[in-house]
């Protein structure tokens, strides 16, 4: 579900993988691995820049 709600959002926002990774402050390999869903249990620090870049609350995302 977390990596669906990433996914969307990120292509609602009209934003590559790559920017999103720089835009949040993680790197590319991690956000890869938490929308394919390799990396089921992402911090919750990483769930926040990642909501942050957003600019959502990180219940509308998990």
Do not use: C, W
Not at 5 to 15: S, T, Y
Not at 29 to 37: H, N, V
């Amino acid at each position: 579900m977390l990596a669906q709600n990433i996914k969307k959002l990120r292509k609602q926002h009209k934003l590559s993988q790559e920017d999103l990774a720089r835009k949040a402050g993680i790197t590319y390999s991690t956000l890869i691995k938490i929308e394919s869903g390799a990396n089921k249990n992402p911090t919750i620090a990483t769930i926040k820049k990642i909501t942050d870049a957003f600019n959502v609350k990180i219940d509308e995302i998990v």
